[in-house]
């Protein structure tokens, strides 16, 4: 009698990572803080000879040359600092910012303390090393924390629980991970995913057979 066998997945419980050499590449940080208990945009706009259109959007960009850095300005006294790759790069920017409007006679508050410069999201990418069949990896990774549409979008999308994160995976090797908040976040959530990737990755070449009675 001809013996048959099927081949069953079974997922090890995710633990902490054994890799050395996952370090994974800062490509945009956002943070925020509060320089003033208002500002005016228009004016500012005027003397900093920004072009300003309040209609299109409530936030005035004021962009920094060195780090390249830009932060939105509001009249509430809130600024956001986009496309930092450091907290040192928005810090900076905050502070050429918090200078100018010293300068033009603002009055702003005392610049802010760092517990008071907010990091509100990381975006960061890492390189797996090795091309990914997405189809395949989609069917092996936890299908509640899949998604995935090739005619929608060309990365499978899967989400991180602790720390909460969503991770763009590519058939080239490269995810782009965002939603982490700390840079110890971002290192732990880039484990996990090249953890789970490896996981499946092995999985799909030495799937453990089951005799079928």
Do not use: W
Not at 26 to 41: F, G, H, K, M, Y
Not at 78 to 85: D, E, H, M, S, Y
Not at 188 to 201: F, L, P, R, S
Request: charged share 20%; glycine share 4%.
């Amino acid at each position: 009698m001809t013996e048959r066998y099927i081949y069953l997945v079974k997922r090890p419980l995710y633990m902490s990572s054994t890799a050395t050499n996952i370090k994974p590449t800062v490509v945009n940080l956002v943070a925020s803080t509060r320089l003033a208990p208002s500002i005016d945009v228009v004016q500012l706009a005027i003397d900093l000879n920004i072009e300003y259109e309040p209609e299109q959007f409530p936030g005035m960009v004021y962009r920094v040359a060195s780090p390249r850095v830009c932060v939105l300005v509001f009249r509430s006294g809130k600024v956001v600092a986009t496309g930092a790759k450091s907290y040192d790069d928005a810090r900076t920017a905050f502070q050429t910012l918090h200078d100018d409007l010293t300068k033009h006679g603002y009055n702003p508050s005392a610049f802010p303390a760092d517990e008071f410069i907010l990091l509100q999201n990381l975006v960061v990418t890492y390189d797996v090393g090795i091309p990914l069949q997405l189809p395949a990896l989609s069917f092996t990774l936890p299908m509640d924390k899949t998604e995935y549409e090739p005619e929608q979008f060309p990365g499978l999308i899967y989400r991180i629980d602790n720390p909460s994160a969503v991770c763009l995976i590519f058939s080239s090797g490269k995810c782009v991970i965002t939603g982490t908040k700390s840079l110890g976040d971002a290192q732990i959530a880039t484990e996990q995913v090249h953890d789970e990737i490896m996981a499946a990755m092995s999985l799909m070449t030495n799937p453990t057979p089951y005799q079928l009675e």
